[in-house]
């Protein structure tokens, strides 16, 4: 069974810098998706970036980036120019590429902007 | 926002009712997934359904079923309701197999057994 972990159940970060989340994973498959979901206080999951674990080129979408290590099943997300709008609750996420699509989510790490 | 809704958006209900939560798919998608997210926690796959059939299902006790219509809407019934039953419901839509293999999420239910 695939298993997603995120040590880091709090995170804070001051406004405009940069804070990473750590996520790690457990799987036997070789080809899969990785994700990065935001879940603010509307509760409404919103997907922040998605990685194919046969890509060997790290995702970016704006500020947001992953730094994605096969070898190590790791799967971080970097959050750059932090905002007050960032403040939510981040999910880490995995799914079979084949097969039944559901997602297999971490526990999730609150991130709080600081003005 | 998603195109994909969830009514009601809260519930109150009394250990040992039954309870219904709807979820309408986002136009063009043909399945739909349903979590259960406790407090404080992830997200936790209930079932899913793909072209109105049971595709997969997590560790959940059948008192925990579902449907899907023809209009890829689908529902989600829980029988017999336990306190530990009280969480935030969510449903997703998806396509499979199309380029962008995405799951949207609705805004859920909030449940709370009392």
């Known amino acids: 069974a695939q298993t997603v972990t995120q040590s880091q159940p709090e995170m804070s970060v001051q406004e405009a810098e940069t804070v990473t989340l750590s996520c790690t994973y457990d799987?036997?498959?070789?080809?899969?998706?990785l994700f990065w979901y935001k879940q603010p206080p509307s509760r409404q999951m919103i997907l922040v970036i998605r990685q194919e674990a046969y890509k060997q080129q790290n995702a970016t979408e704006n500020r947001f980036s992953v730094n994605f290590q096969k070898a190590a099943k790791s799967f971080s997300l970097k959050i750059s120019d932090s905002q007050l709008g960032d403040a939510a609750m981040y999910f880490c996420a995995y799914r079979r590429t084949f097969g039944n699509e559901k997602l297999t989510f971490g526990t999730g790490t609150r991130l709080t902007i600081i003005p | 926002e998603t195109g994909v809704t969830q009514s009601p958006t809260h519930l109150i209900k009394t250990r040992g009712q039954q309870v219904t939560l709807r979820c309408s798919s986002q136009s063009g998608h043909n399945t739909v997934s349903w979590y259960q997210q406790a407090l404080g926690q992830g997200p936790q796959f209930i079932f899913q359904?793909?072209?109105?059939?049971?595709?997969g299902r997590g560790n959940f006790p059948p008192r925990f079923s579902g449907l899907q219509f023809p209009n890829y809407s689908s529902e989600l019934n829980v029988n017999a309701l336990e306190l530990d039953d009280s969480a935030l419901y969510l449903c997703?839509?998806?396509?499979?197999?199309?380029?962008?293999?995405?799951?949207?999420f609705g805004q859920g239910t909030r449940l709370t057994v009392v």
């Open positions: 359904y793909y072209r109105e059939e049971e595709n």
């Open positions: 997703a839509s998806s396509s499979p197999g199309q380029p962008n293999t995405e799951a949207f």
């Open positions: 799987t036997s498959e070789s080809d899969y998706y």
